[in-house]
């Protein structure tokens, strides 16, 4: 379990991290249950970080819980976002799959999303779990494996 001074910690080393790319970056650490830690950043210039489709955030975000793990003897997992980019990205995905399996249930014709990382594809997954008109499926080997949304 984390404690205050692990967080104290974990804020001090990730400000310095992200104030060596651009001293202006606003860190902020929110510890959100007993083994998971939200960190955001406030970037005047977040694609450095962000990359194509997210891919340096979520290589950024590796490399800080392993520098943060080696500094604090706990188990604690670490989601980083920097300027809301995993929070609009979501938002964007959900969009999409809402458009897509209405866009099914209407045709009764399959749709291929196209290529996405695990967690992405979980969030169309987890947004049309509840749907009766529709059932989704993963398929295909990484990095090209698709979310398949079929009529049901």
Known sequence: MLEKKDIEKIKNLSSGF????DSN???NVE???DDN???SIKMV???VLIGE???TLRRTERLLRLALRNNIDKKFYVNLDIND???KRREYLEEKAR???DEVSLTGVEKKMPALPAAERRIIHMELQNREDVETESRGKEPDRQVIIKPN
Request: glycine share 4%; net charge positive.
């Open 37 to 39: 830690v939200e960190i």
């Open 31 to 33: 510890k959100r249950d």
């Open 85 to 87: 980019y995993k929070k």
């Open 53 to 55: 489709n997210g891919e």
């Open 45 to 47: 210039e977040p694609q």
């Open 99 to 101: 458009e897509a399996a």
């Open 18 to 21: 992200f104030n060596k790319i």
């Open 25 to 27: 970056a606003k860190v």
